[in-house]
Structure formats: structure tokens, C-alpha cells
């Protein structure tokens, strides 16, 4: 085997001619021609490289090694855009960069990389450091039968390492500039810009490609998808973002990719997941359906991205999809769990309709929808994490946001989601699911002073006392099982004569026997009978604080 791997890498062979004919091969690599490119040409903006940027290439080349500012950054540097994230290639090991940063991490398997962390909690940013990697034919990597998973242990030795597809599970031998630029992807992300020289290093004829707007693949598409079927996805992206623009995809970049979108599969799901984020929320998120219809690739990439594309038409996540266009285009943040409420809006509000309209109660109606929706459409990825809880707060906010007295809406503003939830209930009002004046309401609400928060709240209950009181009725209820069969009856309250929980439990509470007494209706803080989520307990001098954006 190393004998084998040997006599390929030397170009040795038992017959002459197979010789010749790898000989020829190697002169073939597509390393390009460097080309120097200075500021005049290039046209970029120094102003628009980040500070931190500067900071770590200044650091790495003052400790001796090479640096420069790479990939997107430097494509939508030439075109007038301002970055959104910037990275940073070099010569210095992972280890070495580590070593020159305070706060600096490595991280990744596959990849081996570095994140240089600058300021701390929501303000923080983080400048992603790879080191040049060598050029490397995948025929010549050592070959594992299974993926990441089931190859987990027979991987943990090996630098490269393919899979029985060729994707690349292991690229971490290090090389010099020349074959870092021959394995990226397209040529337009393939260029090193040195902020301190202003010059941009270009192997692959970036920059004309930038000029003539062209997306094309460095090498053969079909290789350089199979090596890693993620590139079809990032092809979309960037398709989306530069349509703008007028960029187009070179015809034989284009052509391989509805084919081998099946190589999806052997991706881990996880990534997919970080991929079909990336997708939508890089500010273009309505332009990157309408590449995915173009391309063929409107199905099959991933389940919750499928129900992206189907319903993208449809009132309330279109102006979703909008709305989040908008905040990242202003600069402003977008938040995971906000987005994929949206998209899972749908699912839960039907659910959440029928088991009301079979007479259950209020929230635990809306938990088992929720509970529906995570295990139909997201399963173990992110439904039981972080992101999820998020995403359950978001929606349980919804029936809350009904209670307008009380200490219900000083806990309700309280909550540190708030601001999610309420721009998801603007945005329901914006389509008619609500009645805009609620929305209305609480913004006004959100950002009043304790006087005005008290007059509003006492003026929604003066007119909850003018609507008409309808008597309580007790209702039956089948409860059904997964196999349809009936559990028995069990008597139970209505809405209105149920409180509402946040507990996130499917069971019933049982029917009360005493009916709790009302506060006469004449003082002047008094509750609203039926609100029981008080949460902390807003009591009658809360110090309600004003939420901040997701």
C-alpha cells in the first residue's frame, strides 16, 4: 500500500508509457499562474476591511508567517460590498496561531481552523483562520468504508481520508499558497487580499471573472462536488446573492448539480442544518428559493428546507423571509429560532386549531402541536436544544400576548424572549391572524412608562367588564390514542373557564371543584380572573424592563 502510494506520488510505474501518461498528469495540476494584482486594478476599498481582520494578518506577519484576508471577503471587497464575515489564510500551523491570540480556538476535524474571538457577548466576532492546505488527489487518500460516524476511531490517525464516494473526510496536510488556491472552489473565492500591501494574490483568473461576472469551478464540477457535495448548497448561495449583482453560473459549473444532489445523503445532518441556515439567512433567503427552483434542486436537499421552498409563497413566511432580508441588509442580527418558528408556523397552528376545536385546553393543546411539528419536520437536530426551547418560548408567547391584565403583560415583557415573540406576532397581525390593533398595543406597551403601562392595562379591563360575560359550560373529551382507540371520557373546562399554564405538559389538569372568588370589580388594580401564567408574579409595583431584539 505505502509502496503503491510511493511509486504514484513519483510518478513511477512498471511501463513507460503509464509513466509518460503520469508524468503528464502532474504537469496538469491546476496550481495556475500567480498573478499580483495592486489597488489601482482591483479597485478595493481598504476602508471596508474589518479592524479585527487587519489586527490578526498584522500579528501573523509580524511573527514571520504569511497572511492575508481570503475567500468571500475578498469577492464582495471587489464588488463594492462590505463583508459580512472576513477570513483569514496562512502558513502557521494551527497550533502557532493559536499561540500569538489571547482568546483563540481550534476547532474541527475535518478542517482543522482557528477562531480568533474579539469582544465578548452579543458584541463578539469571530475571525476564522485556516491554515494553506496541500493539493492533494483524492485517489491517492486512504479510503474508509463508512463516514464520520462509523469511522470515527479509523479517522482519528489520518490527515486525508476519503470515503467510498470520494468525499473528503479528512484534509489537514498543510502545503504552500500555489495548492491552497487549487483546492478551494470557484474561482471568485480563490483570491488573497494583503490589507497592509493592498495586493491580491490570484491563481485562477478571479478577478477577470469577477469583471465578467461568471461563477465557475476551479477543476472538474463533478470532482469537486463528489470531494464535498456541500458545494452544491454554497453554489446556491452564492448564486442567490450575486443574482443581484448579474452573476451567472458558468454553464459546466451548472451542469452537474441536480445529478449529483443525491450525494446530499452521506452528508451528516447536522451540517446540512447549518448549511440550510446559512441559506436563508444571509440576507437573501427569497433569491435562494428561486435558485434552488432554477437549479432543479427545489427537493431532496433537506426536509425543513423543502417546506421552505413549497410555502415561500404563502403570506406569512414570505413576509418573513422578507423581513429577514431586511434585518441582515440593515446590518441588524437574525436569530435561528425566529426564522424556523416562522417556518414551523403553519404546521403548529393547524395542529394547535384541531385539538381546540376537538376541546382541549389552551396550552396543552399548543405543547402536543409544538411536540407534532419538531418530531415531523426537525427530529434530533436541534428540536431538543437550545434552538428549540427558543422556538417552543416563541410560540407559547402567542395565547399570552391575549392577556392584557393584570400582572400578566409586566411578566410577559419580563420574559427574555420578548422581543421574539412579539415580531412574531407583528407579523401575524401583518397577515390578518391577528388583530393589528393587539400588536399595536403592545408596542406601545413594550416601550411606555409605569404611569402609562398602568393606565393602559386599567383601560383593557375596563373593556374586558363591557363584553359580554358567556356562562361556563363544561365539555366532554375523548381522549385518543396513537391507535385511534378511545381512553374514556373525561369532564373537562373550557377556555374560559380554564387558566393557562406555560408548563409545556401535554396531561389535562383536572376539572377544579371550587371556582376561585373575582376581586370586586371596583379596585383599581384589580386582576383579570381568568389569568393564572402570571409567570414571577407581576404583583401591583412591578419593574418591568424592556426587552432587546432577538
Known amino acids: 500500500m505505502i509502496k503503491k502510494f510511493i511509486d504514484k506520488l513519483f510518478g513511477k510505474s512498471g511501463s513507460t508509457g503509464s509513466a509518460a501518461s503520469e508524468s503528464k498528469r502532474i504537469k496538469k495540476l491546476p496550481f495556475g499562474k500567480r498573478q499580483d494584482v495592486g489597488p489601482k486594478e482591483h479597485g478595493i476599498d481598504p476602508k471596508l476591511v474589518d479592524d479585527r481582520a487587519m489586527d490578526v494578518v498584522r500579528t501573523l506577519k509580524q511573527a514571520g508567517f504569511e ?31 493559536k499561540s500569538l491570540f489571547r482568546r483563540a480556538f481550534i476547532i474541527g476535524r475535518r478542517f482543522r481552523i482557528v477562531h480568533v474571538i474579539y469582544g465578548r457577548g452579543r458584541e463578539h466576532e469571530v475571525i476564522e483562520v485556516s491554515t494553506f492546505r496541500a493539493h492533494l488527489d483524492s485517489s491517492l487518500a486512504e479510503q474508509v468504508g ?23 473526510l479528512r484534509d489537514n496536510v498543510w502545503g504552500p499558497l500555489e495548492e491552497d488556491a487549487a483546492r478551494r472552489d470557484f474561482t471568485i473565492n480563490a483570491m488573497y487580499y494583503d490589507p497592509e500591501t493592498q495586493i491580491v494574490v490570484d491563481y485562477h483568473n478571479g478577478i477577470r471573472d469577477a469583471k465578467k461576472k461568471i461563477i465557475r469551478m476551479i477543476g472538474s464540477p ?86 421552505v421552498v413549497e410555502a415561500a409563497h404563502e403570506p406569512f413566511l414570505n413576509l418573513a423571509l422578507k423581513d429577514t432580508d431586511r434585518r441582515v441588509g440593515e446590518g441588524k442580527p437574525v436569530a435561528p429560532s425566529f426564522l424556523l418558528s416562522c417556518i414551523l408556523w403553519s404546521d403548529v397552528r393547524d395542529g394547535w386549531a384541531r385539538r381546540r376545536k376537538r376541546g382541549e385546553h389552551l396550552m396543552p393543546a399548543l405543547q402536543d402541536a409544538i411536540d407534532d411539528a419538531f418530531n415531523a419536520k426537525i427530529g434530533d437536530v436541534s428540536g431538543r436544544g437550545k434552538l428549540g426551547a427558543d422556538m417552543r418560548e416563541i410560540w407559547t408567547m402567542q ?51 409605569d404611569d402609562e403601562r398602568h393606565a393602559m392595562i386599567e383601560e383593557a379591563r375596563q373593556e374586558q367588564l363591557q363584553k359580554p360575560q358567556h356562562p361556563r359550560t363544561r365539555v366532554k373529551r375523548q381522549d385518543t390514542e396513537a391507535d385511534g382507540s378511545s381512553a374514556g371520557p373525561s369532564s373537562v373546562r373550557t377556555e374560559a373557564d380554564q387558566p393557562e399554564t406555560s408548563s409545556g405538559q401535554g396531561d389535562m389538569a383536572p376539572a377544579r371543584k371550587r371556582r376561585r372568588r373575582r376581586k370586586p370589580a371596583n379596585r383599581a388594580n384589580a386582576t383579570d380572573p381568568g389569568s393564572a401564567d402570571g409567570g414571577a408574579g407581576g404583583g401591583d409595583q412591578p419593574s418591568p424592563g424592556v426587552a432587546t431584539n432577538p
Open 67 to 97: 497572511a492575508y484576508v481570503v475567500g468571500g471577503a475578498v469577492r464582495d471587497l471587489l464588488v463594492g460590498l462590505r463583508p459580512k464575515d472576513f477570513d483569514v489564510a496562512t502558513d502557521a500551523t494551527p497550533e502557532q496561531v
Open 146 to 168: 463508512g463516514n464520520e460516524r462509523t469511522s470515527k476511531s479509523e479517522l482519528a490517525g489520518m490527515k486525508h481520508a476519503v470515503d467510498s464516494s470520494g468525499r473528503v
Open 222 to 307: 463533478a470532482v469537486r462536488y463528489r470531494e464535498d457535495p456541500v458545494r452544491i448548497i454554497r453554489a446556491v448561495r452564492f448564486g442567490a446573492k450575486l443574482s443581484a449583482l448579474g452573476f451567472k453560473f458558468e454553464d459546466k459549473t451548472a451542469a452537474p448539480l441536480r445529478e449529483m444532489s443525491s450525494l446530499l445523503a452521506d452528508v451528516p445532518q447536522s451540517r446540512l442544518f447549518d448549511e440550510m441556515l446559512k441559506l436563508l439567512q444571509t440576507g437573501h433567503s427569497l433569491a435562494s428559493v428561486e435558485q434552488l427552483k432554477t437549479l432543479g434542486l427545489a427537493t431532496g436537499i433537506y426536509p425543513l428546507l423543502d417546506v
Open 399 to 449: 395565547p399570552r400576548f391575549e392577556k392584557r391584565v393584570g400582572s400578566s403583560p409586566y411578566s410577559l415583557l419580563e420574559q427574555p424572549r420578548f422581543r421574539a415573540g412579539f415580531d412574531f406576532l407583528r407579523l401575524r397581525a401583518q397577515t390578518d391572524e391577528v388583530d393589528m390593533a393587539l400588536a399595536e398595543w403592545w408596542e406601545k406597551f413594550s416601550t411606555a412608562y
